[in-house]
């Protein structure tokens, strides 16, 4: 043997003895004699304590999953008990992450490349506890070392595993503080068989969703609101492809709201978009205001069910779209496609709507009147409870949610087939288009049909300032008196018609602050009608049921046109034209109805036609509150009449005292035409003017 010979022979043996002592080494090497180095290097890294405070041991083990000669290298399997990881100093939990015991095997080949390759990653009751303040400073934000350079490691985990773990939340921003549980399901749960086949992809263009893995609790309190919840969600291995759909459900209550939803997050890392089934529903849509910053008015009881696509990382900000939606609020039902769309200045809310049936109740809350419904009301004792008239007043005092107009903007237009007020009220079809910009609330059209004819009109409420100003023009069309009435039988034998305009502007944050302070002019004719006593009491007019008794009996009688020109000053109406011409007699109205503070002080004033004889008829009077009005007659008047009966009886027949008790009849049998001819001028209303 030569010399060469026996020095590589030396030189084989003894690297193999080396490799030899070294395995030995390290497998029978004490791993918790490394911790404290381990600890300090992690601690630095992280720039937060980390410490492994049970037993540390490293076990080589052949990997079977691998291939060839590769499956004879050993894989280190390590394992840690009781691992933890500081908190932030100002944080309330003590520590910021717990884990009761780790597992995981190395690939030790792809170190040579910097590649940090981990089969499986298996955790025993991870528990973590993130805590935001309000100054938006968050325990899960690191204050890492900054090198200059980024790390030349690549990290690369094939798939994690836990058998049961906690994540508490505390976020002062969001007002909230929740505790969710997470658990396996124990097996995998398909897809489709929780969302529905409708959900995927059927020609293969895109990665079928995996299977529910986890499900998860939660419980606490979000935006201050009590919440509960649970559902599903897909295996870590799902949230690293950015391609691949990743699987949610949830079931979740939020105060008076219910949200559930099915369907797929992609990308989820980066939030990347939504594909989801969502069931919404809740005690008034108001209530989502601090949940979605979505400005809605209160409404009654609703729900909604519909399809939700949202790209979450749009270029301009992140779109939602609920497509093919249907939904109820209180009894009407509502159907289409919205969509919202954070931007700048302001996210935008954009619609359209229909329905078949629509009842005014449910729609009541859009102009200040509260449902009625309760269900909101008795949900909600906050700002968002309907604000009820007090002391006997009748206009609605809700309050305009200004600020949050300012909030959003809004295009949403809706069409009705049919809408129900109430049983004495014939309604049909709908059409509105609400437009709301920059705290600027336009409602043009507003458009529905009533009694064979048409009501239009056009609202402009500026919400920008304090108090909100306002303006509304309506028109009423052709309304068929016979329609109007339609459980009244005199009523049908009536070919009348009613027609009015009205044009106003004022200023105030609810609709009695707005009358109160209104200027304009408000126009109304009929023609060809009937009225009697009966007839007030059908409509509901109890004021002027009593009026008819007192001047014309139980009678049925015709009304040739009654005209009203009405001046609106600052709150105050004052008739310049209030009459009624009648077969009999022509009223007149005369007085003034104050919104301001909702008192009446009205004259109603009869002038009977030729010689007829009218029992003790004398103007009367309203007075009083609009919710408690008294109504009675002029006692100075009929105590003259009463005066020259007596008179005249003493001086003629007694026959002849019957003269003091007719009235003179007018100059004109039917003041129809002149009254239309004074009516032609359309109304007028001053540009508003705030606080006036």
């Not at 099915?262 to 205001?289: E, F, I, R, W």
């Not at 449910?362 to 604000?387: N, T």
Request: with cysteine; net charge neutral; hydrophobic share 40%.
């Amino acid at each position: 043997m030569t010399r060469t010979r026996k020095i590589a022979i030396g030189i084989v043996g003894g690297i193999a003895l080396l490799v030899a002592v070294l395995v030995v080494v390290i497998a029978t090497f004490d791993w918790n004699r490394a911790k404290p180095m381990i600890n300090e290097r992690a601690s630095a890294a992280l720039g937060r304590p980390f410490a492994i405070n049970g037993d540390l041991s490293v076990r080589w083990e052949r990997e079977t999953g691998e291939g060839g000669w590769r499956s004879w290298v050993p894989w280190p399997r390590v394992v840690a008990h009781d691992i933890t990881i500081a908190n932030a100093p100002w944080a309330k939990a003590p520590h910021f992450a717990t884990l009761k015991r780790g597992e995981f095997s190395l690939a030790p080949l792809p170190l040579l490349a910097q590649r940090v390759v981990i089969r499986r990653i298996q955790l025993t009751e991870p528990a973590a506890d993130l805590e935001r303040l309000e100054d938006g400073r968050a325990n899960w934000v690191f204050t890492l070392p900054e090198s200059g350079e980024p790390s030349p490691w690549v990290l690369d985990i094939n798939e994690i595993g836990f058998d049961k773990g906690r994540v508490g939340f505390v976020d002062q921003m969001l007002k909230a503080d929740l505790t969710v549980l997470v658990d396996p399901l124990g097996k995998p749960v398909p897809f489709a068989d929780v969302a529905g086949k409708s959900f995927v992809p059927q020609d293969g263009s895109a990665p079928a969703p995996r299977d529910y893995v986890f499900g998860w609790k939660v419980d606490g309190k979000y935006k201050g609101l009590p919440t509960k919840g649970e559902g599903k969600v897909g295996g870590m291995l799902a949230m690293q492809d950015p391609r691949q759909p990743f699987p949610l459900q949830a079931d979740v209550a939020i105060g008076g709201t219910r949200a559930s939803v099915a369907g797929t997050l992609t990308d989820p890392v980066n939030l990347g978009a939504l594909d989801l089934h969502l069931k919404l529903s809740g005690a008034s849509m108001a209530q989502l205001y601090p949940l979605t910053g979505v400005t809605l008015p209160d409404t009654p009881p609703y729900s909604t069910d519909g399809h939700l696509v949202a790209k979450l990382q749009n270029p301009g900000g992140a779109v939602f779209e609920y497509r093919d939606f249907n939904g109820k609020v209180g009894d009407s039902d509502l159907r289409g496609d919205i969509t919202f769309a954070l931007g700048a200045p302001r996210p935008k809310l954009t619609g359209k709507l229909s329905s078949k049936l629509l009842r005014m109740a449910d729609l009541g809350p859009l102009i200040g009147v509260p449902s009625g419904g309760g269900a909101a009301a008795a949900s909600d004792k906050s700002a968002d409870a309907p604000a009820k008239p007090k002391g006997g007043k009748v206009l609605p005092t809700q309050a305009f949610r200004t600020d949050r107009w300012r909030d959003m903007d809004a295009d949403v237009s809706l069409d009705a087939a049919r809408i129900v007020h109430d049983s004495k009220l014939p309604l049909s079809d709908l059409s509105a288009h609400v437009v709301l910009q920059d705290g600027k609330l336009t409602l043009d059209p507003l458009r529905f049909g009533m009694a064979g004819g048409t009501m239009s009109a056009t609202a402009r409420l500026d919400g920008s300032g304090t108090p909100l100003t306002g303006r509304v023009d309506m028109r009423a069309r052709r309304l068929q008196l016979k329609q109007l009435f339609p459980s009244a039988e005199s009523m049908q034998k009536t070919l009348g018609e009613l027609n009015g305009d009205l044009a106003i502007s004022g200023a105030g944050n609810s609709v009695a602050a707005l009358l109160g302070t209104a200027t304009g002019d408000v126009k109304m004719l009929v023609n060809d009608g009937v009225i009697s006593r009966s007839l007030m009491e059908l409509a509901g007019l109890n004021v002027a049921n009593y009026v008819v008794s007192k001047l014309f009996g139980d009678d049925e009688v015709q009304i040739n046109c009654g005209a009203a020109d009405l001046e609106l000053k600052r709150g105050v109406m004052t008739p310049r034209v209030f009459v009624f011409d009648t077969d009999n007699a022509l009223i007149s109205i005369s007085g003034t109805a104050n919104f301001k503070d909702e008192t009446v002080d009205l004259d109603i004033s009869p002038d009977s036609k030729g010689f007829r004889i009218f029992s003790l008829r004398s103007p009367l009077y309203v007075r009083g509150s609009f919710g408690s009005p008294d109504v009675g007659v002029h006692v100075a008047p009929l105590a003259a009449r009463g005066a020259g009966m007596v008179a005249l009886g003493v001086l003629l027949t007694p026959a002849a005292g019957l003269l003091a008790l007719i009235a003179p009849s007018t100059t004109d049998e039917n003041a129809c035409g002149p009254l239309l001819e004074q009516m032609r001028k359309p109304p007028k209303a001053p540009a508003p003017a705030k606080g006036k």
